[in-house]
């Protein structure tokens, strides 16, 4: 607040009482989390150009865990902590001190803990190899040749990333946190949701692709296809999903084979008709 506004018994009071009507709410950092998007900090980056460029994210990590010591019992540190050093790109310990922040909470936060977490265990899920199979997945199928593939599927994996955003919508009418967040989990953890099936499913139907035979290639496409309905029972209008169900079913009735690096064919599978 400016000088001005601090004594209301001068001239242009009625000037200062229209600033006043507009100043920036009060930040309570202290008291809610913070969601990494930076949106607690738009009005000041507005008023303090170039103010995000000079943000230290490691000092900021040392703060958090400078409040834990003070105040061990409060989950939003943990929370904030969990959510400064996942973004810093450690996802283990980041998940860590979500899990911690779970454990002290009492309901009013654990939405948003929980899909914390659930956005690190995508992250963990994307890393590495299956990060690039949609290039090769949406392609032709005789064309696949076995560079970013597959070779293991883990469900796990997948189910404890889903589990996260569901376990974040059942507890989000109890969230004590402002509209702006409530509506992030409302609108983002149902698309995740859809993402990651889709995601399940195109992995599966890579490892059906890669040059090795192993047996379950069309137990694995047939599996694809039921979590791509789930992709598209959540999210009708996923595109990609439309695509990737209708090669799903091309591989099934025609069969595919798979090409090694020199052009001869080191796979086929036959079409089920």
Known sequence: MSEEEKEPGTEGEEDRESQDSESARPQEEDESPVLSDGSETEEEDDEIEGEEEEFDLEAQIELFRDQIE???????HYYNLGEALAELGDLDEGLEMYQEALDRDDGGFDSIIHF????VL??????????NVIKSSVGLISSHKDKTTIDH???????CAIEEYQA???SLPKLQADEEIVEH???NAPEQIATL???WASDLMDKARQLEEYGDEIKDVKLALKHLKKTLEIDPNHSVGHLME???KRMLAEGWQSYDEYGFVAKEIPGQG
């Open 168 to 170: 974040a919508i059942k």
């Open 197 to 199: 099936y889709y995601k």
């Open 153 to 159: 599927v883990n469900e796990r994996d997948y189910l």
């Open 246 to 248: 209708k090669l799903a």
């Open 116 to 119: 914390g977490m659930a956005e």
């Open 70 to 76: 003070e105040e061990p019992d409060n989950c939003i």
């Open 185 to 187: 989990i409302s609108k």
């Open 122 to 131: 995508t992250s963990k899920l994307i890393q590495g190899v299956s990060a």
